[in-house]
């Protein structure tokens, strides 16, 4: 699995829905001026632009694993602190945010508890930790459920994203709280991005990008195009919209 990409590839795969979530989840965090905040996993920069917004670049940091997309973080937010690393192993000081928030990342961690302890550290005392992941428990919508839909259908067996932590009621909840932060509010946030054709909406799959491009990267072509064909039959030519439903939780340090 990779997510070794260029921003603007992600942006077609992912960014039709990280982008607008990122306008909800900010508010969700509580974000105020005069606050530092850092994004763990900013990726090309969609939750970071949003706190630059509203704190200014100087009091925004961000770090992802991926070397495109610091790149393109970088260029899209000039003046912010911006590196390469990881969530487990954050290279910052004890208590430097006020903020720290991680969308659509957790569930991509090497070790998720980690990751959120070592938030947690980065935060100072009474500050806000928060994290975000799209909901996958099998009673919601989301930018992937077609195209796992469209798997299953094509007669392909497979858990597809669904045991990723955090996708399912509860579970970022309890992450903040083995990892000792308080939990203050959980929700459901709910994005909506529209597709004018299919293949608009499927040629992004075959970049290779996360579980999903990485399950059709392994596909010989007959097996692909009954998978292509299946997601065809459930979403249709288009123009059609897809819902993404997001797990949010906030929790104290």
């Known amino acids: 699995m990779t997510f070794d990409v260029a921003g603007e590839s992600y942006g077609k795969f ?13 508010t969700f965090t509580g974000v105020a001026a005069g606050q530092r905040a850092l994004d763990v996993g900013c990726g090309p920069g969609a939750l970071a632009a949003r706190l630059v917004d509203r704190l200014g670049a100087a009091n925004v940091a961000g770090i992802d694993p991926s070397e495109p997309f610091v790149a393109a973080a970088r260029e899209r937010l000039p003046g912010a602190d911006v590196r390469r690393g990881t969530a487990e192993d954050l290279p910052f000081d004890d208590d430097a945010f006020d ?6 990342v957790v569930h991509f961690m090497r070790d998720p508890l980690a990751g959120v302890r070592d938030m947690r550290r980065v935060c100072r005392d009474g500050g ?29 067996g497979t858990r597809g994203e669904a045991d990723l932590i955090g996708t399912k009621e509860g579970q970022l909840a309890e992450l903040c709280d083995r990892a000792g932060l308080a939990v203050q509010e959980t929700t459901v946030l709910t994005v909506t991005a529209p597709f004018e054709t299919f293949e608009d909406w499927w040629r992004p799959f075959t970049f290779g990008i996360g579980p999903a491009g990485e399950f059709v990267a392994g596909l010989d072509v007959g097996t692909l195009e009954r998978v292509r064909a299946a997601c065809a ?3 249709g030519p288009g123009p059609f919209e897809v819902d993404g439903d997001a797990w949010a939780v906030r929790a104290s340090a």
Request: net charge neutral; glycine share 12%.
């Open 128 to 156: 806000t930790v928060a994290l975000a992941v799209w909901k996958r428990d099998g009673n919601g919508v989301g930018p992937l459920v077609p195209f796992w839909r469209g798997v299953t259908a094509a007669g392909l």
């Open 99 to 104: 903020v720290v928030a991680s969308q659509l």
């Open 233 to 235: 039959a459930e979403l």
């Open 14 to 26: 992912m960014g039709r829905f990280s982008e607008p979530l990122a306008d909800q989840f900010a």
